[in-house]
């Protein structure tokens, strides 16, 4: 049997779309982290949490979180540059 498309191809087709909405998902997600009223568990934001929890817990296990004392300090030297 010949296929009319090499599998590489059918892979990208499948993968392209994929990672595209795991990146909209977190960016959706880096926003949320600016609201820390919004419950992720509650819908619409369980929309957005759920699918990208499983990709974070092992980061949070190597990379402590800073919180929010970073964005001060990247936003203080970025002012400061300016």
Same mark, same amino acid.
Do not use: H
């Given at each position: 049997?010949?296929?009319?498309?090499?599998?590489?191809?059918?892979? #990208?087709? &499948? $993968?392209?779309?994929? $990672?595209?909405?795991?990146?909209?998902?977190?960016?959706?997600?880096?926003? $949320?982290?600016?609201?820390?009223?919004?419950?992720?568990?509650?819908?619409?934001?369980? &929309?957005?949490?759920?699918?990208?929890?499983?990709?974070?817990?092992?980061?949070?296990?190597?990379?402590?979180?800073?919180?929010?004392?970073? #964005?001060?300090?990247?936003?203080?030297?970025?002012? #400061?540059?300016?």
């Amino acid at each position: 049997m010949v296929f009319p498309v090499s599998p590489l191809t059918v892979a #990208s087709w &499948l $993968l392209g779309p994929l $990672l595209g909405l795991y990146t909209l998902l977190f960016i959706a997600r880096i926003v $949320l982290t600016w609201y820390p009223e919004a419950n992720g568990q509650k819908l619409p934001f369980s &929309l957005v949490v759920l699918p990208t929890e499983f990709l974070l817990v092992p980061v949070r296990k190597v990379i402590p979180p800073i919180g929010a004392s970073i #964005s001060r300090r990247l936003f203080g030297w970025a002012s #400061s540059r300016c």
